[in-house]
């Protein structure tokens, strides 16, 4: 049995892969399996890496979405561990070895994560070191749950997780396109990982010019952190753990939507709006302005006025701070 298996979805990755699986090779495991799931591209990926990577597995399918491809790769995984890795990412060097060892040496321990730095692409389409982020899940919250849901994130290939316990999490949420690798997260946490911080940095992100993902379409990034919302409120309160830090967070999470709402779908502003006044009557927004201008003009009117002066900012207008 190999030690990792490490799962790399793939669509339309062949400008990618030769820098990513050039990352998995420097990591000096040979025991490795890794399974490259080509998700229907149209591009030279499936060629690539039957040329330059044969002892590699590759599996070709219809194009059904990242989630689709790792839940794919984990049904054929072997190994004792598992490395899910995008097919734009980086391993850092010795990610690997330095996780695998916490494992081996804390049987207890469910999932490793570590810290993790961006790169970022600038104009030219050259990627150039970022921002290294360097946090704890309990440093965002103690409760694991409300840290994945609010603002906790790592990229996906941040995590060395025991194969076995993949089992109690259950599969990557196909229903959520754009929005899955955080839910994955709270997911392991909803099935009580134990967790340890690597404190070193374990992946490369790259963060595109033209956007990840969750920025290349912000609504159908707000739509699915909308899902995402009602799903795990649901959950809560299906198992009697909706209490208040829970539903403060389940708030404040309807909050932003709405305000992000308000600019790009009136009709999902008011689902929003709706669902906020049914969890608090009394309901107000935070912050300094909005407030005052909710109770002398209601929450709508304050809205427009909010989002009046975020647009004259975003045109640079002098002395222009958006109203919080």
């Not at 490490?6 to 699986?21: D, F, V």
């Not at 597995?57 to 491809?69: E, W, Y």
């Not at 603002?151 to 941040?158: D, V």
């Amino acid at each position: 049995m190999p030690q990792v298996s490490i799962i790399i979805p793939a669509y339309n990755a062949e400008r990618w892969l030769p820098e990513t699986l050039e990352s998995v090779a420097a990591q000096e495991i040979a025991d490795l399996e890794v399974i490259i799931v080509n998700d229907g591209s149209t591009d030279g990926t499936a060629a690539y890496v039957e040329k330059q990577w044969p002892q590699h597995r590759l599996i070709s399918t219809a194009n059904k979405g990242v989630s689709h491809a790792r839940n794919l790769g984990t049904s054929l995984a072997t190994g004792e561990f598992v490395q899910y890795l995008d097919a734009d990412d980086l391993l850092a060097p010795g990610k690997l070895a330095r996780q695998i060892s916490i494992l081996i040496a804390e049987p207890e321990i469910d999932v490793v994560y570590s810290n993790w730095q961006r790169l970022i692409q600038h104009e030219n389409g050259v990627f150039a070191s970022g921002e290294k982020v360097e946090r704890t899940i309990g440093e965002v919250d103690p409760d694991p749950q409300l840290a994945f849901f609010s603002a906790f994130w790592c990229p996906t290939a941040a995590y060395l997780y025991r194969r076995h316990f993949l089992s109690k999490v259950g599969e990557w949420k196909e229903w959520l396109p754009v929005a899955q690798d955080a839910r994955f997260a709270w997911d392991c946490a909803r099935a009580g990982a134990r967790w340890r911080h690597d404190p070193h940095i374990g992946v490369l992100y790259r963060q595109h010019h033209t956007g990840s993902v969750s920025t290349r379409s912000r609504l159908a990034f707000l739509k699915d952190c909308w899902a995402n919302t009602l799903d795990i409120e649901r959950i809560w309160i299906a198992e009697g753990t909706f209490k208040e830090g829970r539903r403060a967070a389940i708030l404040g999470s309807c909050e932003n939507l709405a305000r992000a709402f308000f600019e790009l779908d009136q009709a999902l502003f008011e689902e929003v709006y709706a669902h906020m006044i049914a969890l608090d009557p009394a309901f107000r927004p935070t912050g300094t302005v909005l407030p005052l201008l909710t109770s002398l003009l209601g929450y709508r009117k304050a809205e427009t006025i909010a989002l009046f002066y975020r647009r004259l900012k975003r045109l640079g207008r002098p002395g222009m701070k958006a109203l919080t």
